[in-house]
């Protein structure tokens, strides 16, 4: 669903920059205005549009490996607190049932429910780890989009682009190599990140 939206987005924001493109570039003989001086009108803008491959940015820039290394630890040691969180409930159960035989009736329903809160512990603790998880990717990529925007910004002041895409397969279906800056963006942000 957000992809799909995602893809509508784009699709109108290129339909946008066409006519954009075509209403400043077309051939129309402008009309004669009465008592305009032409100092006081600014020339149009050139119609200008890049674009980087944003899967070769993500396995060049050194950020993103290392938030990706990142993720994977955090990933780690989820899994690792939830291994460890489901034997401690396989070992109890297993006590449990090696006292069944011997336990009375108020035992068993005792048993039974703490076998039960356990449980619920356990669901409620892997539920925080996922959403915990999710923060952390969330705040992490987001940190990786600032800092791409960021850079483009700066990279942008002598380029004078009026877009520049970030180019994901099965997006867009066609694209002119000759505005592909993906060298020039993952040379500079690995620049910039290099040196905090």
């Known amino acids: 669903m957000n992809r799909g ?5 784009v699709v109108l924001l290129v339909l946008v920059g066409v006519l954009f493109y075509l209403h400043f570039s077309s051939g129309k003989k402008e009309t004669p205005k009465a008592a305009v001086s032409t100092d006081a009108a600014p020339a149009a803008k050139e119609f200008r549009i890049a674009y980087f491959e944003m899967d070769s940015l993500e396995a060049s820039f050194s950020m993103v490996k290392d938030v ?20 401690t409930y396989r070992d109890k159960a297993a006590q449990y049932q090696g ?3 011997t336990m009375s009736q108020v035992q068993s329903e005792m048993a039974t429910r703490d076998m039960m809160q356990m449980q619920q512990n356990m669901q409620n603790r892997k539920a925080a780890l996922d ?3 999710q923060d952390f990717y969330m705040r992490k990529m987001r940190d990786v989009k600032t800092r791409i925007e960021d850079y483009l910004k700066t990279y942008n002041n002598n380029k004078n682009y009026s877009y520049i895409f970030a180019y994901e397969p099965g997006l867009f279906y066609f694209r002119d190599t000759a505005y592909n800056i993906t060298d020039d963006v993952v040379k500079g942000l690995n620049a910039g990140y290099s040196k905090k």
């Open 5 to 9: 939206l995602l893809l509508l987005n």
């Open 68 to 87: 990706k290394g990142e993720l994977a630890r955090k990933e780690e040691a989820i899994n690792t607190e939830l291994a460890r969180l489901e034997k």
């Open 99 to 101: 006292q069944a035989a």
């Open 131 to 133: 959403q915990e998880y």
